[in-house]
């Protein structure tokens, strides 16, 4: 069933933490290569955010009853909630972009992430912040378009556009990463070794979406 155009829009997040960025390199290891990031965004600072989000989605299966007011749609896994982090109250969006594909006219394609440093100039030389940590901050640009798929459902994708990186920590590279900020005269060891990145904890899934 073909239905109008998709609606898409574009958004900017306030300053974030990026989790799991790939914004310079794409992620080759469970699919076709995507450039991706989860955005932590403090929840008092991203109502407007999810709202803008919400009624999008809700345009879209407005859209879909209409065309076919008796088909039952089930709902994709969310791409953006209202969570915690390290005890931190956050709204998370998961963002993707393939690195390469075919357009609909039959051509083949390559895309890559804009990357800007904290004075919104054009980084030049991205690749020593391939390996990004998660205590890395900035603001990401994403495209936020619906869409009805028969396996998955229905959802919103979001495709990670720019980043503006802010604050740079090399993956594994310090307490901050994990959210540990110093203590004035707490205990200190010189030749303590450093604790590497657990890169294995993946984010929960959820099995049961709804419908409408």
């Not at 904290?118 to 991205?126: E, R, T, V, W």
């Not at 912040?129 to 495209?143: I, V, Y």
């Not at 307490?175 to 303590?192: D, M, S």
């Amino acid at each position: 069933m073909n239905y109008q155009q998709t609606e898409k829009i574009k958004f900017t997040t306030p300053i974030c933490k990026f989790k799991y960025a790939w914004l310079v390199e794409p992620d080759t290891k469970f699919d076709a290569p995507v450039y991706k990031v989860t955005a932590l965004v403090p929840a008092d600072e991203a109502n407007e955010l999810a709202e803008q989000l919400d009624q999008l989605m809700e345009r879209y299966k407005v859209q879909l009853k209409t065309a076919e007011p008796s088909k039952k749609f089930k709902l994709a896994p969310p791409s953006y909630e209202f969570t915690e982090e390290n005890g931190e109250p956050v709204f998370a969006l998961k963002m993707k972009r393939k690195a390469n594909g075919v357009g609909k006219d039959g051509r083949p394609y390559t895309s890559s992430v804009a990357l800007f440093d904290s004075q919104g100039k054009p980084i030049a030389d991205a690749q020593p912040l391939s390996k990004m940590g998660a205590g890395t901050t900035g603001r990401l640009t994403f495209l936020a378009s619906p869409y009805n798929n028969a396996s998955v459902g229905v959802g919103l994708s979001l495709k990670v556009m720019a980043a503006q990186v802010i604050e740079f920590v090399p993956y594994g590279g310090g307490a901050e990463g994990y959210g540990f900020a110093p203590v004035e005269g707490g205990w200190t060891q010189q030749a303590a070794a450093p604790v590497p990145f657990d890169a294995t904890k993946a984010i929960a899934s959820v099995d049961d979406f709804g419908d409408f």
